[in-house]
């Protein structure tokens, strides 16, 4: 892989997001538990994580658990919400004195969520928040429709009474990111299940057929290639 080549493409996205889809399948296919499945998923998210930082792609979005996944039964759920506590504890250890903004996108005064879980995540947001070089937006307890009753709801708070599409952009939880370029979705489901709907109307899609645990640093320099060969014409007409 020549990843100077790819690195120094001026097509190259600026912000990407993972939908991290299929570490149930994952696990059935092996005879293991579903648990077993986000165990990987997980291990090939930090992976991941380091390797688009190293592309110097600037924000990475990551779809790690929407407010429908509550529907789960609750040993599958409590098992994702220690994997997310132990995510924000490697992110700190590993991240803290690095030029990194971790952002968690969703609703982290939601109860179900572990008291101390949304407290860390707070904290975590909150000491990164100067920060540039790079942004993990990890979407937890997200829902897109609700990020855009929330906005709402804060802008009646604002007391204002007429805004634009760029105003409201202001009052979602992606207000500092760059605009969302590519959305990868793995597991080949052809559906956006409540991810980004406001962020990603003009974003490019992918859904590859790998399930999330096996989906590899060839598979996204793969999906890279074939987003860079799109032509993205916003509403115009180019050759
Ligand atoms: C994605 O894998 C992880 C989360 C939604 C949290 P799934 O658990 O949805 O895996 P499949 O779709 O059942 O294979
Ligand atoms: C979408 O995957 C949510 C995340 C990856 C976090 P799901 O597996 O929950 O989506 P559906 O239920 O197949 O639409
Ligand atoms: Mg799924």
Redesign the pocket.
């Known amino acids: 892989m020549n990843l100077e080549k790819l690195k120094s493409n001026p097509k190259m996205p600026k912000h990407i997001a993972f939908i991290?889809?299929?570490?149930?399948?994952?696990a059935?296919r092996r005879g293991l538990l579903?648990s077993l499945?986000?165990k990987a998923?997980f291990d090939n998210l930090k992976k991941q994580v380091k390797f688009v930082q190293e592309l110097g792609i600037k924000n990475l979005s990551l779809?790690?658990?929407?407010q429908e996944?509550w529907n789960?039964p609750k040993e599958?759920v409590d098992y994702?919400m220690n994997i997310f506590s132990d995510m924000i504890d490697e992110f700190r250890k590993d991240y803290l004195d690095k030029d990194i903004r971790i952002l968690i996108s969703g609703d982290l005064d939601d109860e179900r969520v572990p008291y101390e879980t949304r407290v860390k995540a707070k904290k975590l947001i909150e000491d990164t928040k100067e920060k540039t070089g790079f942004v993990i937006n990890a979407c937890i307890n997200y829902g897109g429709r609700q990020e855009i009753v929330r906005a709402v709801n804060n802008i009646i708070k604002s007391g204002a009474n007429a805004i634009n599409a760029e105003d409201f952009d202001n009052y979602l939880y992606t207000k500092d990111l760059l605009p969302l370029d590519f959305i990868i979705r793995t597991?080949g489901?052809l559906r956006t299940s409540n991810f980004m709907p406001w962020q990603s109307t003009y974003s490019e899609w992918y859904f590859p057929k790998k399930?999330?645990p096996s989906f590899s640093k060839r598979d996204l320099v793969k999906s890279l290639k074939l987003f860079m060969r799109r032509n993205r014409r916003f509403g115009a007409i180019k050759e």
């Open positions: 991290l889809d299929g570490n149930g399948r994952w059935k579903r499945g986000h998923g779809y790690c658990f929407s996944n789960r599958e994702l597991s489901q399930l999330w």
